[in-house]
């Protein structure tokens, strides 16, 4: 079968990977100057820095590790680093096991008890949605909902728990239907955060030295159905026909593509929410207390905009110069950005509140990550389901949004996809 993939980010990269190992013939095409999309490991002054995620969750046997090993892609595994919430004015320690959140200052001893009783709380059907906050307040209580998923939810989704649904999470009911989440977490094992050797990049880049036709700087514009059950796709110049369309795209970006050929699938992409932030990285002189440091996040009704910071110099050494700390702060998202955290001078302020040591930053960039995380809304599973049962046969949508939001999320979610 002929295969062309629209979108040249690791989604498009991996699905290639896997069809062309079972000897399909697939070409990608990427709108952008290099591949990656939103995973890029960008240089900056004797180091890199981030534009997409910092980090991949790896156990051995999981997707991840057999996509790993199999393109030969090594990588490190910083260890289970400090971790703080910002609350109460104050940074409380956010221990590395749930047992340890019983000694935590997070949460009243009553919400650690109610928390401790998850094992024992009923499982519910998948059905109807759930929303996000209210599975969280069903399974852990509401302590849990209120005083610590507001803050790790903005730090991964940059938006209020509330309005989510359970889905944007997708371990967690996959976890619940295992008989609790503490049950889910003991069989499946515990995730650790690891870098790949030269940063996230590198996924990308060594994904598509795998494959055999990879275009770049080449962006779709219009699918045709052809009556011989074939596709044609044009853009940039160029035609092709291929037996089968798959769009790893934003959900934007394939309503678009799809409005005169699924308008059902069209419209139900067009409704998925997306997110936008500022990201600011910053370099300073290092502060002990944040030597073995993953970062902070904020909660949210004290952040005012701010949603945290990652230390990435501890994650990725070679992210920065020697005896230099280098911080990844987060600004907006759904909960808007006052004009104070515009520029460097506001984002340094609200750092120095968190962490009143911290000295004036070596150096900084600023890059905007333009609707780049997608926000799966109460409703999402609807919005999804409709959306692939518009397609037609021989066109296919995959997407950080169809399969969940992190790198773990779309390497288990394409091994399911192709079987």
Not at 24 to 35: L, N
Not at 165 to 194: C, F, Y
Not at 216 to 231: Q, V
Request: net charge positive.
């Amino acid at each position: 079968m002929s295969t062309l993939i629209l979108g040249g980010g690791v989604t498009g990269l991996a699905a290639a990977w896997h069809l062309q190992r079972r000897g399909e013939s697939v070409e990608v095409w990427e709108a952008g100057a290099s591949v990656g999309g939103w995973m890029k490991t960008l240089p900056w002054e004797g180091g890199h820095f981030e534009s997409g995620p910092q980090g991949v969750l790896w156990r051995k046997g999981t997707a991840v590790d057999r996509l790993f090993g199999a393109i030969d892609l090594s990588f490190k595994a910083p260890g289970n680093g400090a971790r703080w919430v910002g609350k109460g004015g104050r940074l409380i320690p956010v221990p590395a096991s749930p047992p340890a959140l019983m000694f935590s200052a997070l949460m009243p001893l009553g919400a650690k008890l109610r928390m401790m009783a998850e094992p024992f709380i009923p499982v519910r059907g998948a059905e109807p949605e759930e929303g996000l906050s209210a599975f969280i307040a069903r399974r852990l209580g509401k302590g849990v909902a209120t005083e610590l998923l507001p803050a790790m939810v903005a730090g991964v989704l940059a938006a209020p728990a509330e309005i989510l649904s359970v889905d944007a999470i997708p371990k967690l009911r996959q976890w619940e239907a295992t008989g609790s989440l503490v049950n889910g977490i003991r069989k499946g094992g515990v995730s650790h955060m690891v870098v790949p050797e030269g940063g996230m990049g590198q996924l990308p880049i060594r994904l598509a030295a795998k494959l055999a036709n990879v275009r770049t700087g080449l962006r779709a514009e219009r699918i045709e159905a052809l009556p011989d059950r074939r596709w044609r796709v044009s853009g940039g110049g160029e035609v092709r026909e291929a037996e089968r369309v798959i769009m790893a795209l934003p959900a934007f970006e394939a309503a678009a593509l799809l409005g005169s050929v699924a308008p059902q699938s069209a419209q139900a992409l067009a409704a998925i929410p997306y997110t936008s932030v500022d990201l600011w990285h910053s370099r300073h002189a290092p502060l002990p207390a944040l030597k073995d440091s993953f970062g902070f996040l904020i909660h949210p009704p004290e952040g005012h905009g701010y949603l945290g910071s990652l230390v990435p110099s501890w994650m990725d050494p070679q992210c920065a110069p020697a005896g230099v700390m280098q911080l990844r702060s987060f600004i907006g998202g759904a909960f808007g950005k006052p004009a104070e955290l515009e520029s460097w001078e506001g984002v340094y302020a609200r750092l120095k509140h968190w962490v009143p040591s911290l000295g004036a930053a070596s150096a900084m960039r600023h890059e905007r990550a333009e609707r780049a995380i997608p926000r799966p809304e109460l409703g999402h599973r609807a919005r999804v389901k409709a959306a692939l049962e518009g397609l037609p046969a021989g066109v296919d949508w995959l997407s950080n949004a169809r399969f969940g939001p992190g790198v773990r999320d779309i390497l288990e979610g394409l091994e399911e996809w192709v079987g």
